[in-house]
C-alpha cells in the first residue's frame, strides 16, 4: 500500500494529452487497424519525431533508416509504437529529476528504451501476442521510480537515499524509506490514468509474478527478467544478462533464446 504522500502525489498527476487517450482508445480497439494510429500520431509533430528516433536506435537491429511513421508502424506493431508514444507522453507531463538514483534524465530514458528494445527482441521469438502488454509495460515500469524520486528529493532526503542505495541496493532502499516498491508505484499510476487492467496488474507483480493471476504471471515474470538485466543506475551487464538468463532456465523458459536477445546490450 502507498504512503500518503506517494498516493497524494499520484492523484495530483495531471490527465495525459489527448493524442495520448486517443491514441490508447485506438490500441484498445480490435477494429482498429494500423492507418487508424498512424493518422493520430501524425497530428502530433513532436510525438512523430520522438517516436522516430526511438525507432531508430541501434538497439533494435534493423539494417536500414525508419524515415516514415508508417513504416515504423508496420516494422514494430501497434503495441510498441503505442509504448514509445507513451513515453514521450509521461517525459512532458511529469518532471523528472533522477539525481537521488545518480542519473541522468536522458540515461534514465536510455535505459528504459533498452528494456523495451530487449523485451521485443526476446519476445518476438517467445510470443508476439504477449507483446501487445510486454512492449509497453517494459517502456514505462521505472515510471514509479520518477515519482519516488520527486518525493525523495521534496522530503530532503536525497544524500540519505544514496547512502542507503549504495549500502543495500535500491529496492532496499526505496522499501525502508516509503515501505514499496517502484513497481508498485508505477503500477498505480498507470491505474490513475485508466490503463487496461492487464497492463496494471504485470507491472505491478513484476516484482513478485508468483502473487498476481495465473494468466497475468507469466507477463509479470517476463517483466522481471528485463527488468533483472537492465539495471539502474549502470545498465545492461555481464553479469545482470547471466542472472536474467538464469531466471529465465529456472521459470521453465528458453534461456539461450534469451542470451540471443540480449547479445550486444552490453557495453
Not at 515510471?143 to 544514496?162: A, D, M, N, Y
Request: proline share 6%; net charge neutral.
Amino acid at each position: 500500500m502507498l504512503n500518503d504522500a506517494l498516493y497524494a502525489h499520484i492523484k495530483s498527476l495531471p490527465p495525459l494529452p489527448q493524442s495520448v487517450v486517443k491514441i490508447q482508445r485506438i490500441c484498445s480497439d480490435p477494429s482498429s487497424s494500423v492507418s487508424d494510429l498512424t493518422k493520430v500520431i501524425e497530428l502530433d509533430p513532436m510525438l512523430t519525431a520522438n517516436i522516430l528516433k526511438a525507432a531508430n536506435s541501434p538497439l533494435y537491429g534493423f539494417s536500414r533508416a525508419i524515415k516514415t511513421l508508417a513504416q515504423a508502424v508496420s516494422l514494430f506493431g501497434m503495441s510498441t509504437v503505442r509504448g514509445f508514444a507513451l513515453a514521450g507522453a509521461i517525459k512532458s507531463t511529469i518532471p523528472i529529476n533522477m539525481s537521488p538514483y545518480r542519473i541522468s534524465p536522458e540515461r534514465f530514458a536510455d535505459l528504459s528504451l533498452i528494456q523495451n528494445a530487449l523485451m521485443v527482441r526476446w519476445y518476438s521469438q517467445v510470443s508476439r501476442h504477449m507483446l501487445e502488454v510486454l512492449s509497453p509495460s517494459a517502456f514505462l515500469s521505472g515510471v514509479g521510480r520518477l515519482i519516488i524520486s520527486q518525493e525523495i528529493i521534496k522530503s530532503g532526503k536525497t544524500e540519505l537515499f544514496i547512502s542507503k542505495s549504495v549500502t543495500n541496493g535500491l529496492a532496499a532502499a526505496e522499501m525502508e524509506l516509503f515501505g514499496v516498491t517502484y513497481q508498485e508505484v508505477s503500477s498505480s499510476v498507470f491505474s490513475h490514468w485508466l490503463f487496461e487492467p492487464e497492463m496494471v496488474e504485470a507491472i505491478g507483480g513484476s516484482v513478485n509474478p508468483s502473487s498476481v493471476s495465473p494468466s497475468m504471471s507469466p507477463y509479470a515474470f517476463a517483466l522481471k527478467v528485463v527488468q533483472t538485466a537492465v539495471e539502474i543506475p549502470n545498465g545492461v551487464s555481464e553479469q545482470s544478462v547471466l542472472d536474467a538468463a538464469e531466471a529465465v532456465a529456472s521459470g521453465g523458459g528458453a534461456k539461450e533464446v534469451f542470451l540471443k536477445a540480449a547479445n550486444g546490450f552490453v557495453k
